[in-house]
Nanobody, 115 residues
Framework: QVQLVESGGGLVQAGGSLRLSCAASGSIFSINVMGWYRQAPGKQRELVAVISSAGSTNYADSVRGRFTISRDNAKSTVNLQMNSLKPEDTAVYYC?????????WGQGTQVTVSS
């Protein structure tokens, strides 16, 4: 089992920045993928950005160039630096940890961007 604890999020004006962090604990293997997804009201959950334990990244087109994902393998943490935020970035952001075909999700943290 893997437990995820998220931090960060909140309310920010358009053009501002926020940083999300997620710490994983439990039975963690060296090969895994960590990332962030988001779900806006009335919409499906969507990928924001993911990063593998080897450092490979993938971003949604809507955030590429504005968001940066990073991780610390020694601490099993993943961060999402969000810059130039837009009102359409408003959503609940979820941390996801994937290893050996198992997916684990955080409890979610609200990000609200006001116009």
């Amino acid at each position: 089992q893997v437990q995820l604890v998220e931090s960060g999020g909140g309310l920010v004006q358009a053009g501002g920045s926020l940083r999300l962090s997620c710490a994983a604990s439990g039975s963690i293997f060296s090969i895994n993928v960590m990332g962030w997804y988001r779900q806006a009201p009335g919409k499906q959950r969507e990928l924001v950005a993911v990063i593998s334990s080897a450092g490979s990244t993938n971003y949604a087109d809507s955030v590429r160039g504005r968001f940066t994902i990073s991780r610390d393998n020694a601490k099993s943490t993943v961060n999402l630096q969000m810059n130039s935020l837009k009102p359409e970035d408003t959503a609940v952001y979820y941390c996801k940890f994937q290893q050996r075909s198992h997916n684990y999700w955080g409890q979610g943290t609200q990000v609200t961007v006001s116009s």
